[in-house]
């Protein structure tokens, strides 16, 4: 019968080499706030506060964000979204 193998500290760490670019969009009735984290940018998360409404400046930022990966790592990478709307 095989051994069981027991994952190391290391394979259950966070992966940071992602090809996407992933964005959070808090969405409510005064503001959105927008986090992101890219590739090549480490374990940076940055983060925007737009107005509520706000749909040409979300698409300003989501594009500002392409641009910016694509100038560090050379690459054009898709934008996968989570949304959280709220009342509030």
Do not use: N, Y
């Amino acid at each position: 019968m095989p051994e069981a193998r027991i994952p190391s500290q290391s394979s259950t760490a966070v992966r940071i080499d992602i090809a996407a670019i992933f964005v959070s969009l808090e969405l409510s009735q005064s503001k959105w706030l927008v986090t992101s984290i890219s590739p090549g940018g480490g374990a940076r998360v940055s983060q925007s506060i737009l107005p509520a409404g706000d749909v040409a400046s979300l698409l300003k930022r989501l594009g500002d964000l392409k641009r910016q990966t694509r100038d560090r790592v050379g690459g054009d990478f898709p934008i996968i979204t989570i949304q959280e709307a709220g009342l509030v």
